[in-house]
C-alpha cells in the first residue's frame, strides 16, 4: 500500500511564503511524475506544477516565477516553495505522484489548506 502525507499549509499574508512537502511511502518500485495540485471554493482542480523524475518541471502560468517544486528522488518526497503569495493562492494545495507499486497508477495525499489573507 502507497501514501503521500503532506504538511506546511496554513495561513500567510499577502507577499509571503510557504513551504509545503509531500511524502510518499509504502510498497514503492519506483516514483514517475510528483507533484501538486489545487482546488479553491467553487472551482476545478487545477495543476500547480510537476516534476518528473530526472527533473523536469512544468509550472501553471499563474505561479511561475514564484513558485518552485523540487524533490529528493533518495528520499521520495516532492516540495513546493510559494514565494510572494496571492489572496488567489488560497486553496486546497493536493501532493500528487505516478507510482509504480503493485500496480502503475496516480495517488493522491489528503490535501492541506493553504490561506492567503490580510
Known amino acids: 500500500q502507497v501514501q503521500l502525507v503532506e504538511s506546511g499549509g496554513g495561513l500567510v499574508q499577502p507577499g509571503g511564503s510557504l513551504r509545503l512537502s509531500c511524502a510518499a511511502s509504502?510498497?514503492?518500485?519506483?516514483?514517475?511524475?510528483m507533484g501538486w495540485h489545487r482546488q479553491a471554493p467553487g472551482k476545478q482542480r487545477e495543476l500547480v506544477a510537476a516534476?518528473?523524475?530526472?527533473?523536469?518541471?512544468n509550472y501553471a502560468g499563474s505561479v511561475k516565477g514564484r513558485f518552485t517544486i523540487s524533490r529528493d528522488n533518495a528520499k521520495n518526497t516532492v516540495d513546493l516553495q510559494m514565494n510572494s503569495l496571492k489572496p488567489e493562492d488560497t486553496a486546497v494545495y493536493y501532493c500528487?505522484?505516478?507510482?509504480?507499486?503493485?500496480?502503475?497508477?496516480?495517488?493522491w495525499g489528503q490535501g492541506t489548506q493553504v490561506t492567503v489573507s490580510s
Open positions: 516534476i518528473d523524475s530526472g527533473g523536469s518541471t
Open positions: 500528487y505522484a505516478n507510482i509504480r507499486g503493485g500496480v502503475f497508477r496516480p495517488y
Open positions: 509504502g510498497s514503492i518500485l519506483n516514483i514517475y511524475t
